[in-house]
């Protein structure tokens, strides 16, 4: 079973700017939780406890319980809008989910085997293109993470999705075009010492061996009438 958050909420009658600005005013977040068939339901939440659900690892691929009057809403957050320069959330989505329901949600990227891997042995770099995967799987068996083992990579490789072992259930939604996970990059000073190692080579002039023979100077041309002439 997924881990589950579990917040509070209180109804609010009022919609529209007017009415969220008023509620922040006095001290609360707006939100609305919608979706599984039932009418849309505006509610707003205590900052302090909103904003640590937000900050957990993985907030938008986790189940998220919230509690209005004694019943519980089984919900998935979808959106959070903040503030352009305290970065505290103005307004939350929230999305019912009923059991078994397939959902698409965006799943955090574990790196495993740093050590296994050549090309990050001499100097190379992870250079991660994605820090989370879009997956789609039913609402009880999102992971929590999706696992990327980096064993035997050398510099210049690549980790596709195909190569990204998923769960029973779940298959990712990327397509062939965006599939690149990470790549192990040359550093500068990799590639500094293979552009010296480089130069070394072509300037490099052969050495005869000591005590080498000279080598033999060509034949003259015999003159004309010498030694076999009739």
């Known amino acids: 079973m997924p881990e589950i958050i579990s917040l509070s909420a209180e109804p609010r009658a009022d919609v529209g700017k007017g ?3 008023a ?5 609360r977040v707006p939100g609305i939780i919608y979706g599984d068939g039932e009418k849309p339901m505006p509610v707003s939440f205590e ?8 900050n957990r690892a993985g907030f938008f691929a986790t189940i998220v319980d919230v509690s209005v ?4 809403h089984r919900t998935l957050a979808r959106d959070v809008q903040y503030h352009p320069i305290s970065d505290a959330a103005l307004h939350i989505d929230f999305m019912r989910v009923g059991a078994g329901a397939e959902v698409r949600v965006s799943v955090p990227v574990s790196f495993v ?3 296994q891997a050549p090309g990050l042995r001499r100097g190379g770099i ?4 994605r820090h989370s995967i879009d997956i789609a799987c039913a609402v009880d068996a999102i992971p929590d993470r999706l696992v990327v083992d980096l064993d035997g990579l050398e510099i210049g490789d690549s980790v596709h999705i195909d190569a990204v072992t998923m769960p029973d259930g779940v298959r990712p939604v990327l397509t062939s075009r965006d599939s690149t996970i990470a790549s192990v990059a040359a550093s500068s000073a990799v590639r500094e010492e293979a552009a010296a190692a ?8 052969p050495v005869e061996e000591e005590g080498a023979a000279p080598a033999a100077a060509a ?3 015999p003159p004309a009438g010498g030694e076999g002439s009739a």
């Open 113 to 115: 085997n740093h050590e």
């Open 69 to 72: 009057d004694g019943a519980v």
């Open 219 to 221: 034949p003259a041309t």
């Open 47 to 54: 900052p302090r406890e909103l904003t640590r659900a937000i």
């Open 23 to 27: 509620i922040r005013r006095a001290g």
């Open 198 to 205: 480089a130069a070394a080579a072509a300037t490099a002039v």
């Open 19 to 21: 009415a969220a600005r």
């Open 126 to 129: 992870l250079n991660i293109v």
